[in-house]
């Protein structure tokens, strides 16, 4: 079993930063790759970004290239991320989850979920 606990979330201005923490317990968490997604009212849960936790390598959805920033730390099970230049469509709920299967990209792979945490960004 895997537990997910995101925090960081809260309300900022337009350009200001934010930055999301991920913890992540369990008997023994060895996931693929974890990600973050959010989830705007009325809206799909969609990926914002995702990291493979071995090799690290990452992805980005275009609108949050340039601006947001994920990294993990394997020793303490966190995942992060690091948003800069917000703007008023970056307003969701993020939820980070593990993947563990290959099909990293896909949010179908994604077993396990936190709860959630808001953000909100004022114009």
């Known amino acids: 079993q895997v537990r997910l606990a995101e925090s960081g979330g809260g309300l900022v201005q337009a350009g200001g930063s934010l930055r999301l923490s991920c913890a992540a317990a369990g008997r023994t968490f060895r996931p693929y790759a974890m990600g973050w997604f959010r989830q ?12 493979t936790w071995s090799a690290g390598s990452t992805y980005y959805r275009d ?11 394997n020793a303490k099970n966190m995942l992060y991320l690091q948003m800069n230049s ?22 179908a792979e994604y077993e396990y979920w936190g709860q959630g945490t808001q953000v909100t960004v004022s114009s």
């Open 86 to 107: 917000l703007k008023p469509e970056d307003t969701a709920v993020y939820f980070c989850a593990a993947a563990y299967g290959s099909n990293w990209l896909f949010r």
């Open 40 to 51: 705007a009212p009325g809206k799909e849960r969609d990926i914002v970004a995702a990291i």
């Open 63 to 73: 609108s949050v290239k340039g601006r947001f920033t994920i990294s993990r730390d």
